[in-house]
Antibody, heavy 118, light 110 residues
Framework: QVQLVESGGGLVKPGGSLRLSCAAS????????MTWIRQAPGKGLEWVSY????????YYADSVKGRFTISRDNAKNSLYLQMNSLRAEDTAVYYC???????????WGQGTLVTVSS | QSALTQPASVSGSPGQSITISCTGT?????????VSWYQQHPGKAPKLMIY???NRPSGVSNRFSGSKSGNTASLTISGLQADDEADYYC??????????FGGGTKLTVL
């Protein structure tokens, strides 16, 4: 069955960096688009970034553009999110999700919590 | 891209039907049939309930249905059950080639 497992979250100081990973299994990862979505504590869902199956097309939300970098390693069935210059407002649970075309997110990981605080 | 507009909360009694609206603009909901709905129970990851306005993924109850008129999409849940109590989010493809979510609606089953 499809599994997405995020890791790499934790406590980081403002201005710091963190790299999230998402290990995928149960589907043909290299054929599928992937996305990061976050949810601040007690708040709604916010789309963060998208990457195409080959990695040739990437999009970012304005709120993270220039600070976050999405990437993937199809040989390792893994998705990544490099987060730099972190701010308090980046505090959230970060989910990786499979994009079954046109931003239909059909499978989600369990999420990893990122806390940005001094 | 501004978030889609959803009511903060809706409620209904077991067995009743409720509808959650999701209002966007001509740059998102109004122009594309790529509206999805997600159910999220506390502490859990969201679950896809409806995609492309009105399609149900395999395994989702036919008590859940979706529709769209103009810039507003809707999720209807019939025969409300206690386990339907959750947060619901809509999302839409946009003219920026990125998605946008609604602010979420808390459904209470009385």
């Amino acid at each position: 069955q499809v599994q997405l497992v995020e890791s790499g979250g934790g406590l980081v100081k403002p201005g710091g960096s963190l790299r999230l990973s998402c290990a995928a299994s149960g589907f043909s990862f290299s054929d599928d688009y992937m996305t990061w979505i976050r949810q601040a504590p007690g708040k709604g869902l916010e789309w963060v970034s998208y990457i195409s199956s080959s990695g040739s097309t990437i999009y970012y939300a304005d709120s993270v553009k220039g600070r976050f970098t999405i990437s993937r390693d199809n040989a390792k069935n893994s998705l990544y999110l490099q987060m730099n210059s972190l701010r308090a407002e980046d505090t959230a649970v970060y989910y990786c999700a499979r994009d079954a075309r046109w931003y239909t997110f059909d499978y989600w990981g369990q999420g990893t919590l990122v806390t940005v605080s001094s | 891209q501004s978030a889609l507009t959803q009511p903060a909360s809706v409620s209904g009694s077991p067995g009743q039907s409720i509808t959650i609206s999701c209002t966007g603009t001509s740059s998102d909901v109004g122009s594309y049939n790529y509206v999805s709905w997600y159910q999220q129970h506390p502490g859990k990851a969201p679950k896809l309930m409806i995609y492309e306005v009105s399609n149900r993924p395999s395994g989702v109850s036919n008590r859940f249905s979706g529709s769209k008129s103009g810039n507003t999409a809707s999720l209807t849940i019939s025969g409300l059950q206690a386990d339907d109590e959750a947060d619901y989010y809509c999302s839409s493809y946009t003219s920026s080639s990125t998605p946008v979510f609604g602010g979420g609606t808390k459904l209470t089953v009385l």
